[in-house]
């Protein structure tokens, strides 16, 4: 069972800028795609953002696209959400979470189609 462990959360004014990553445990890192999903107090997790096991694909939910970013470094076992022009509504726990497949999926935006997740780490935006 992988372990994956969030990091770079925290507190910041509308308009600003955040770096999450997510480390994981193991050797099969760069066989399986990464995800990244949000949960706000009194609403269920959603999707954020996907990345195939190269890096060489990526998938967004409308309400990020254009203002955060999915990466991975396969060689660090990492994967990374960079968070710009952040909002009010941007305000959850994010989760990363290792996908069950190596690629795009029908179940990629959706909480079953991953298999181990974080524990989170909170990020908050003020206005």
């Known amino acids: 069972q992988v372990q994956l462990v969030e990091a770079g959360g925290g507190l910041v004014q509308a308009g600003g800028s955040l770096r999450l990553s997510c480390a994981a445990s193991?050797?099969?890192?760069?066989?399986?795609?990464m995800g990244w999903f949000r949960q706000a107090p009194g609403k269920e997790r959603e999707f954020v953002a996907f990345?195939?096991?190269?890096?060489?694909?990526?998938l967004y939910a409308d309400s990020v696209k254009g203002r955060f970013t999915i990466s991975r470094d396969n060689a660090k076992n990492t994967v990374y959400l960079q968070m710009n022009s952040l909002k009010p509504e941007d305000t959850a726990a994010y989760y990363c979470a290792r996908s069950r497949y190596s690629a795009l999926a029908v179940t990629t935006r959706t909480l079953i189609g991953y298999d181990s997740w974080g524990q989170g780490t909170q990020v908050t935006v003020s206005s």
């Open positions: 990345i195939n096991w190269s890096g060489g694909s990526t």
């Open positions: 193991g050797r099969t890192f760069s066989s399986y795609a």
